[in-house]
């Protein structure tokens, strides 16, 4: 099994995309790091913790930074709820975090075993940035870091902005300038992704806990992306970013050059794509650009099914 190291801000999405990780034989999880972003960095810290015990597994988990690196932190409680896990009945974690924080326990395991270890990255980049100040050499030990964030199109924060982008653009663009193999799941291909009621339904038929929690978080969040933006469901953002790892041949990716916008004004946070190579600058990342939306929820309810 490919070794992981899981970083994000569990919210709901990055709870469901953890327990996919979590669910996989494919992968081995060897820790879980928390950073600020939905919820602050105690909420997060607190449902990572939960999140290993709905998927019925003991793996370390660390807490991370607990605000950007220059700005004050941004949160997104009316979207996640005010824990970031608006579900009942959830286990309460059964093991206390490491005292060890997310960015030092990362450094520590991309050492271990240099190019092997894959960072899925599903909130602000924080903790990753960090580690890579902390580490230089860190980027080129990672075999590589699949983050969902940003957006080849508009921001859902802001009209330029994706969340994750938007809540630490320092850290990402340190992370877009680091020379890191980089593969980026963002709003274009995420927002084609949604939790619509049959498929919060499947989740729930399942008949196992993980699958039921699912189903309630999911259904909470739907609400919103209704309002908002007259979809029939939650959209799967960070559940994808898991996928790209498992199964990247159901995205389409392409080469381009991202640069992150640091600059305060309306394009705060956005994540600048030259999708068509006009800048001339070599590419930092692999965008995902396409998405075979099907397989990946067939092949994620397979996954949730095999949890308690
Ligand atoms: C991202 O923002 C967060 O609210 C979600 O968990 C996801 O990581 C989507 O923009
Ligand atoms: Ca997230």
């Given amino acids: 099994p490919l070794p ?20 996989s034989p494919a992968l081995d999880v060897r820790a879980v790091t928390a950073v600020h972003g939905n919820v602050p960095l105690a909420l997060t810290v607190r449902n990572a913790g939960v999140t290993l015990a709905l998927a019925g597994t003991d793996r370390p988990y660390h807490a991370g930074a607990d605000r950007p690196l220059v700005r004050g932190a941004v ?11 608006p ?3 959830l286990p309460d974690p059964t ?26 990255a599903t909130g602000p980049l924080t903790n990753v940035a960090l580690a890579f100040r902390l580490a230089p050499e860190l980027p080129g030990l990672l075999r590589e870091i699949v983050w969902m964030g940003g957006s080849t199109t508009q921001g859902n924060r802001t009209p330029a902005a994706e969340f994750n982008a938007l809540a630490d653009p320092h850290a990402a663009r340190i992370v877009f300038e680091s020379g890191v193999q980089l593969r980026m799941v963002g709003l274009n291909v995420t ?20 699958g039921a929690v699912s189903a309630e ?21 960070d559940p994808l970013a898991v996928a790209a790892v498992l199964w ?38 692999q965008v995902a650009v396409g998405v075979d ?5 067939a092949r994620l309810l397979t996954a949730i099914a095999t949890l308690p």
């Fill in 248 to 285: 990247p041949e159901l995205l389409d990716w392409a080469a381009m050059d991202v640069q992150v916008e640091v600059q305060e004004g309306p394009n705060f946070g956005r994540t600048t794509c030259d999708l068509y190579g006009v800048t001339g600058r070599e590419p930092n990342a």
């Fill in 95 to 120: 093991q206390s975090p490491e005292a060890e924080h997310a960015a030092v326990a990362l450094i520590r395991h991309a050492r271990a075993e240099p190019g092997i270890l894959t960072l899925i």
């Fill in 4 to 23: 992981v190291v899981l970083d994000g801000d569990p919210g709901l999405d990055d709870a469901v995309a953890w327990l996919l990780a979590l669910a």
């Fill in 191 to 210: 927002m084609q992704c949604i939790a619509t009621p049959e498929r919060v339904q499947a989740l729930r038929d399942l008949g196992n806990r993980a």
């Fill in 217 to 237: 978080l999911l259904t909470f969040y739907a609400a919103v992306y209704r309002e908002r933006y007259g979809l029939r469901g939650g959209a799967l953002h």
């Fill in 87 to 89: 579900a009942h009945n």
């Fill in 75 to 85: 949160t997104a409680a009316a979207v996640h709820g005010a824990t970031g896990l």
């Fill in 293 to 297: 939306d099907p397989a990946f929820f």
